[in-house]
T-cell receptor
Framework: GAVVSQHPSWVICKSGTSVKIECRSLDFQATTMFWYRQFPKQSLMLMAT?????????EQGVEKDKFLINHASLTLSTLTVTSAHPEDSSFYIC?????????????FGPGTRLTVL | GNSVTQMEGPVTLSEEAFLTINCTYTATGYPSLFWYVQYPGEGLQLLLK?????DKGSNKGFEATYRKETTSFHLEKGSVQVSDSAVYFC??????????????FGSGTRLQVQP
């Protein structure tokens, strides 16, 4: 149990286009999902916390108009990178929190590698 | 605020050597502690966890003990294999109501095991 999927697993796009990444919790309902960004050989940096039915909470320095997050249902959150540029190329990872667990464990998706040409 | 400090890598070991990756943390109260592993080109997988002081998490021969007195959660394995080569992340989540619910990660430690 507690499986989280991401789609697509990798995407290549041209500069100036928008890319949508989906994060789904497959066997539990996640009231909270998190989006992380990971640069090569570096740790994960939290971008935003996504709560079902409300606006996402963005970390300092993350542009909310560039990284649009929608958490429309208890099993799906989407991250849209708008007007992507080469510096947005990165590995984007989502996680979902199972509210049924006391210690707030998060389950991670496999990640999406975005390359902007 | 919350923070996690890991030893810098890469750590290079020969197969069957003993592994220790140090991790210390700063947090309010008693957070839950985790070790995640990331194999090349893949996402994070939970390796083990501990939710209260003196708990020992273990999985696949790895273990770590939650030490409140030293605020540490060092990862150990008695005999590493080539297949253990990966990046290991120490992380914490604070107790509900004591801080944000997102994981705080250490910088990661790359382990390279040579045959």
């Amino acid at each position: 149990g507690a499986v989280v999927s991401q789609h697509p697993s990798w995407v290549i796009c041209k500069s100036g286009t928008s890319v949508k990444i989906e994060c789904r919790s497959l066997d539990f309902q996640a009231t909270t999902m998190f989006w992380y960004r990971q640069f090569p050989k570096q740790s994960l940096m939290l971008m935003a916390t996504s709560n079902e039915g409300s606006k996402a909470t963005y970390e300092q320095g993350v542009e909310k108009d560039k990284f649009l997050i929608n958490h429309a249902s208890l099993t799906l959150s989407t991250l849209t990178v708008t007007s992507a540029h080469p510096e947005d190329s990165s590995f984007y990872i989502c996680s979902a929190q199972n509210p049924g667990q006391v210690y707030n464990e998060q389950f991670f998706g496999p990640g999406t590698r975005l390359t902007v040409l | 605020g919350n923070s996690v400090t890991q030893m810098e890598g890469p750590v290079t070991l020969s197969e069957e050597a003993f592994l220790t990756i140090n991790c210390t943390y700063t947090a309010t109260g008693y957070p839950s502690l985790f070790w995640y592993v990331q194999y090349p080109g893949e996402g994070l997988q939970l390796l083990l966890k501990a939710t209260k002081a003196d708990d020992k998490g273990s999985n696949k021969g790895f273990e770590a003990t939650y030490r409140k007195e030293t605020t540490s959660f060092h990862l150990e394995k008695g005999s590493v294999q080539v297949s253990d080569s990966a990046v290991y992340f120490c992380a914490l989540i604070p107790l509900p109501g004591t801080g944000r619910r997102a994981l705080t990660f250490g910088s990661g430690t790359r382990l390279q095991v040579q045959p």
